[in-house]
């Protein structure tokens, strides 16, 4: 059983940074694919970074370019978002997710396994 357990939100204003983790349980499960969803009130859930195969590729939400950075720890068994210069519109429930080879790795219906989720709020 994968177990993803996410830390690190809370309340910035506008222009601050912040970092997310991820507790992965699974060392494999880190070496196929992981990534950050979010989801604001009366929103989809969206795609926000990817990154594959410890790091050969990664992918990112256009919102998001330029500001924010996946990485992995794979002595900790943790993944990072490294999130920049936030905006008002950052505000979500932040989620970890992962999966072995999702088909489209920015859409949420190809992963299996799913963090409970850590807000981020920015004013």
């Known amino acids: 059983q994968v177990q993803l357990v996410e830390s690190g939100g809370g309340s910035v204003q506008a222009g601050g940074s912040l970092r997310l983790s991820c507790r992965v349980s699974?060392?494999?499960?880190?070496?196929?694919?992981m990534a950050w969803f979010r989801q604001a009130p009366g929103k989809e859930r969206e795609g926000v970074a990817v990154?594959?195969?410890?790091?050969?590729?990664?992918y990112y939400a256009d919102s998001v370019k330029g500001r924010f950075t996946i990485s992995l720890d794979n002595a900790a068994n943790t993944l990072f978002l490294q999130m920049n210069s936030l905006k008002p519109d950052d505000t979500a429930m932040y989620y970890c997710?992962?999966?072995?080879?999702?088909?489209?790795?920015?859409?949420?219906?190809?992963?299996?396994?799913w963090g409970q989720g850590t807000q981020v709020t920015v004013s």
């Open positions: 997710a992962a999966d072995l080879e999702p088909l489209s790795p920015l859409d949420q219906q190809w992963y299996n396994y």
């Open positions: 699974s060392p494999t499960i880190m070496r196929a694919t």
């Open positions: 990154i594959v195969k410890g790091g050969v590729s990664t």
